[in-house]
Structure formats: structure tokens, C-alpha cells
């Protein structure tokens, strides 16, 4: 099992830039692939990026390609989404979530194939 807690939220002017990061609890980090994913007021949640779990492949949403960037670092447990050029669009809440494998895929954009999620933190951006 596996916790994640994120941070990095925030208020930033359009075009400016964030990098959240979402921090995991549990031994087997390694295991998991991660994704970044977002919810917008009177939206539903939608995937963002994910990573698999040695980091070798990443997916993005159209929506980011391009602007977004997501990075692991199994050493320290930690997972990154680098965002830049950041639109008004953008603003939501961002949530981090894990999903078990037993053998590197390409992470799933689909929100019921995850496991674990964190609370999220909000980004806000401003035109």
C-alpha cells in the first residue's frame, strides 16, 4: 500500500510556471506507476500526465503536450510535474494518484486503473 501527498499548488500569472510535487510513503515506490490528474469546478477529474514505474515511458494529455513535464525520482519517493507556459484553463485542483504493476507499462489515462490517491493541491491561474 502506498500513501502520496502533493504540494506545490498555487496562484500564478498565465504563462508563468509551477512544478508540483507529490511525495510517496511505503517501500515499494518502484512498483507503482503515477499520475498527475486535475479537476476543474463543475468538471470531471481528467488525466494530466503519468509515468511508468522506472520512468522510461511517460503519456500526456493533448491538452498539456508540450508544457507539462513529469519526472520520478524513486530515490527520494517522489514524483514531479513541471508546468509551464500556463493558461487560465489550467486552474484546477491536481491530484496524484498510484496504481501497482507487476511489470513497466505506459501509464493509463483512465482514473479507475489507480489505486491511491492524494487530497490534492490547487493551482490557480490568473489571465
Known amino acids: 500500500q502506498v500513501q502520496v501527498v502533493e504540494s506545490g499548488g498555487g496562484l500564478v500569472q498565465a504563462g508563468g510556471s509551477l512544478r508540483l510535487s507529490c511525495a510517496a510513503s511505503g517501500r515499494t515506490f518502484s512498483s507503482y506507476s503515477l499520475g498527475w490528474f486535475r479537476q476543474a469546478p463543475g468538471k470531471e477529474r481528467e488525466f494530466v500526465a503519468g509515468?511508468?514505474?522506472?520512468?522510461?515511458?511517460?503519456n500526456y494529455a493533448d491538452s498539456v503536450k508540450g508544457r507539462f513535464t513529469i519526472s520520478r525520482d524513486n530515490a527520494k519517493n517522489t514524483v514531479y510535474l513541471q508546468m509551464n507556459s500556463l493558461k487560465p484553463e489550467d486552474t484546477a485542483v491536481y491530484y496524484c494518484a498510484a496504481r501497482f504493476v507487476l511489470w513497466n507499462e505506459v501509464p493509463p489515462a483512465p482514473l479507475y486503473k489507480y489505486d491511491y490517491w492524494g487530497q490534492g493541491t490547487q493551482v490557480t491561474v490568473s489571465s
Open positions: 509515468i511508468s514505474a522506472s520512468g522510461s515511458s511517460t
